[in-house]
């Protein structure tokens, strides 16, 4: 299954090898990684770009922040190493003219954790890898599994672009009812609530949602404030009931950090009690590993469908298929990538 890796080059060689200057396209965390990353191989970054909006010729490591045009006025040619991520579609348009003009890749370092997803990482993790692709249920699943491995291990759009979907796809896999208990684990601002209602035309059995930030719990409490039966909790999910540290950003970026601002997480089974759900959703920025740890006799119990996030860790696209498919082996796994750069949002469903 992994055979196709010895046709591409590691994007990480491909800048370790190239004989022209290389330009970081971004600012923030993902080039703090890149950067980091760079150094460990000593990779020699020639500056720093960014769109021409957010170009004040401001500092980022020791480097003046140009833009695009700049750097074709100062270099014949030079490549590209992308370093941060985007839904939106005039973004991605953008970054997508930007790679017919020069050439691009795209540094792929995880959202959570330092495990970077290069050769060592797919020898080491290949019998699990082959395990999980034989554990997916259709055709296109196997070609996004296969398509997001080659993209993460070459940096190549053209395999991100290829294996690319809208979510009424992956929700015709879902075939949600109109009665459906939905559990909701990082509900953010209520906005995969409204999806889960789209989808199911407004009709519902309850809804239970969990979002441990205090300002996005609150924009949540507003959106939900005339919908009927649902229960809304300001928790992390986990595998034991704790206090735990999340950082202080905002939005989706919430996570599990060694400091920041202690909040209260739990067991879903311990929430729960023994309560039926039909339906669940998990975007736990890196915490999707211990949250089916704290909801394993639920899982084990009603089987509920699941909607995964399975980009925020290099080894969560093969190691939490296997991790469900040990606490349920009648799971039918799919996987899908939806519009996204680099391969964020690329979700595991289960039904």
């Known amino acids: 299954m992994l055979g196709f890796i010895d046709e591409l080059t590691s994007v990480w060689d491909f800048f370790k090898n190239t004989n022209k200057p290389i330009i970081l396209y971004g600012m923030g965390d993902g080039a703090d990684k890149v950067i980091r990353e760079f150094d460990r191989l000593g990779i020699k970054p020639y500056g720093v770009m960014a769109s021409d909006d957010f170009v004040r010729y401001q ?16 270099l014949d040619d030079f490549v590209i190493a992308l370093c941060f991520a985007s839904r939106l579609p005039d ?16 540094s792929s370092v995880p959202v959570f954790g330092e495990t970077v997803f290069n050769r060592d990482f797919i020898l080491k993790n290949k019998n699990a890898l082959s395990e999980a692709y034989s554990a997916l249920s259709d055709d296109l ?61 407004n009709s519902y059995g309850a809804i239970i949602a969990f979002e441990p930030n205090a300002k996005s719990f609150k924009k949540l409490s507003d959106y939900c404030s005339g ?27 919430c996570a599990i950090s060694d400091s920041g601002t202690p909040v209260q997480a739990a067991r879903v089974d311990t929430i729960l009690c023994g309560k039926r759900i039909s339906y669940a959703k998990l975007d736990v920025e890196g915490a999707e590993k211990e949250t089916f740890e704290g909801m394993e006799n639920t899982i084990k119990l009603f089987k509920p469908k699941l909607n995964v996030a399975a980009y925020h860790r290099s080894e969560d696209i093969f190691s939490l298929i296997l991790q469900l498919k040990e606490l349920n082996p009648d799971y039918r796994f799919y996987l899908r990538h939806h519009p996204y750069i680099p391969h964020w949002d690329t979700n595991l469903y289960c039904v």
């Open 141 to 201: 699943s196997r070609k996004v599994f296969r398509d997001i491995i080659a993209f993460q291990y070459s940096g190549e759009l053209k395999f991100l672009e290829s294996c690319t979907t809208g979510k009424d796809e992956a929700f015709m896999v879902l075939n949600l009812g109109k009665d459906e208990v939905y559990l909701d684990l990082g509900a953010y601002n209520g906005d995969t609530i409204e999806e889960f209602l789209h989808y199911t035309g």
């Open 59 to 74: 500092k980022f490591h020791g480097f003046t922040v140009k833009k695009l045009s700049d750097f074709e006025s100062e």
């Open 91 to 106: 973004v991605t348009e953008h970054i997508m003219r930007v790679a017919e003009k020069h050439i691009l890749r795209v």
């Open 227 to 253: 919908l009927e039966n649902v229960s809304l909790w300001q928790l992390g999910s986990y595998n034991k009931n704790t206090v735990i540290n999340f950082n202080t950003k905002s939005g989706r970026n």
